[in-house]
């Protein structure tokens, strides 16, 4: 089948029932599945889902995620294309983007977890991807925002990336996840709560008017197009911090344009690179997207992406230690505008 924008999705089955998604160019031959022999028992994921009666939180138990697998060597690596003697999630001999369930869910029966492999070249990142690549990776994000966003057990579509081990990741792979999360998280609801105060003050969207004066003041702009702003937000928390907002407030990835997934590849490879340049290697981030809810508040929201680092110099890790971890106060040891002069001055 085609999804909008002329991509070519394929969709079949891994051994246990899980779905696996196939994205290729248009104008890529008709792809014919492999079967997965791997012959893999029905998960069995032991979820629970929990509200701290202190702060309101839902707090999610995923008990089996703690048998995942953890840094495999690259020659066992389960998101690489199979190949003999190594079947993995992805039966074929090669691929240019694969989605499929996680089989460690953070969440079971309501919700759903996705893993989204940008490339089968185990060796590369996001950053080394071709603009087309990255432009077939941000149509996947739409397709799935799309069929995600329909279901009745989900709220909220959150893709997001985690690289480097500094971060936690689990398989060095270039791969993201999604999370359709059954209920709003905590940071989204505070973020509504601050939109739906400035609405009824000012008349008009936060995330809107932010852009505009982060555009208009110009010192923390790292990068530009015609449809998208790169910048340093002006009270960042996170050592390297840099949001990327579209010119025009939309809900979600499914909703952009031609034009702006085109603008929106062209500038985050832009960043990314000037990330890597920081301090002359690949430098550790999150990538999260911040989609509107599916239902509620849905006009407060602002479709963005946050792209953070807790590098805070080429040898030092920013941890959250007392301030932050216990009382959620942020103590930041660069200041905005200097972070985004430095980025700026990568890129040259």
């Given at each position: 089948?085609?999804?909008?924008?002329?991509?070519?999705?394929?969709?079949?089955?891994?051994?246990?029932?899980?779905e696996?998604?196939?994205?290729?160019?248009?104008?890529?031959?008709?792809?014919?599945?492999l079967?997965?022999?791997?012959?893999?028992?029905?998960p069995?994921?032991?979820?629970?889902?929990?509200?701290?009666?202190?702060?309101?939180?839902?707090?999610?138990?995923?008990?089996?995620?703690n048998?995942?697998?953890?840094?495999?060597?690259?020659?066992?690596c389960?998101?690489?294309?199979?190949?003999?003697?190594?079947?993995?999630?992805?039966?074929?001999?090669?691929?240019?983007?694969?989605?499929?369930?996680?089989?460690?869910?953070?969440?079971?029966?309501?919700?759903?977890?996705?893993?989204?492999?940008?490339?089968?070249d185990?060796?590369?990142?996001?950053?080394?991807?071709?603009?087309?690549?990255?432009?077939?990776?941000?149509?996947?994000?739409?397709?799935?925002?799309?069929?995600?966003?329909?279901?009745?057990?989900?709220?909220?579509?959150?893709?997001?990336?985690?690289?480097?081990?500094?971060?936690?990741?689990?398989?060095?792979?270039p791969?993201?996840?999604?999370?359709a999360?059954?209920?709003?998280?905590?940071?989204?609801?505070?973020?509504?709560?601050?939109?739906?105060?400035?609405?009824?003050?000012?008349?008009?969207?936060?995330f809107?008017?932010?852009?505009?004066?982060?555009?208009?003041?110009?010192?923390?702009?790292?990068?530009?197009?015609?449809?998208?702003?790169?910048?340093?937000?002006e009270?960042?928390?996170?050592?390297?911090?840099?949001h990327l907002?579209?010119?025009?407030?939309?809900?979600?990835i499914d909703?952009?344009?031609?034009?702006?997934?085109?603008?929106?590849?062209?500038?985050?490879?832009?960043?990314?690179?000037?990330?890597?340049?920081?301090?002359?290697?690949?430098?550790?981030?999150?990538?999260?997207?911040?989609?509107?809810?599916?239902?509620?508040?849905?006009?407060?929201?602002?479709?963005?992406?946050?792209?953070?680092?807790?590098?805070r110099a080429?040898?030092?890790?920013?941890?959250?230690?007392?301030?932050?971890?216990?009382?959620?106060a942020?103590?930041?040891?660069?200041?905005?505008?200097?972070?985004?002069?430095?980025?700026?001055?990568?890129?040259?």
């Amino acid at each position: 089948m085609n999804t909008p924008r002329g991509v070519r999705r394929t969709d079949t089955r891994l051994s246990d029932g899980r779905e696996l998604i196939y994205y290729d160019p248009a104008d890529a031959p008709a792809r014919a599945p492999l079967e997965d022999t791997r012959g893999l028992p029905a998960p069995q994921p032991q979820v629970e889902l929990r509200t701290d009666p202190l702060t309101g939180d839902v707090i999610t138990y995923a008990t089996h995620r703690n048998t995942r697998t953890y840094l495999p060597p690259a020659d066992q690596c389960p998101l690489c294309a199979s190949k003999p003697g190594n079947p993995t999630e992805i039966p074929d001999l090669d691929y240019n983007v694969a989605v499929f369930e996680n089989r460690f869910p953070s969440f079971a029966g309501p919700g759903r977890t996705e893993v989204v492999c940008f490339t089968s070249d185990h060796n590369r990142s996001f950053t080394d991807l071709s603009q087309g690549q990255a432009r077939l990776v941000v149509d996947t994000w739409a397709d799935r925002t799309a069929e995600l966003g329909a279901r009745d057990d989900v709220e909220l579509v959150f893709p997001f990336e985690n690289r480097g081990r500094e971060i936690g990741v689990t398989l060095s792979h270039p791969h993201g996840q999604i999370y359709a999360y059954p209920f709003i998280p905590p940071r989204m609801q505070n973020l509504l709560r601050q939109a739906r105060k400035h609405q009824e003050v000012a008349g008009s969207n936060l995330f809107a008017d932010v852009l505009a004066a982060e555009r208009k003041e110009g010192t923390r702009v790292v990068a530009e197009n015609g449809n998208w702003t790169a910048f340093v937000p002006e009270a960042a928390r996170w050592p390297v911090e840099v949001h990327l907002y579209p010119h025009r407030q939309v809900g979600g990835i499914d909703e952009l344009s031609v034009g702006e997934r085109d603008d929106f590849a062209e500038l985050y490879l832009d960043v990314l690179s000037r990330f890597d340049g920081l301090y002359g290697e690949p430098l550790p981030y999150i990538a999260a997207w911040h989609q509107a809810p599916v239902r509620i508040d849905r006009e407060l929201g602002y479709l963005h992406l946050e792209l953070l680092s807790i590098r805070r110099a080429k040898d030092k890790i920013k941890y959250l230690a007392g301030s932050e971890s216990g009382m959620g106060a942020f103590i930041s040891d660069t200041r905005p505008e200097d972070v985004a002069d430095t980025l700026r001055k990568a890129g040259q």
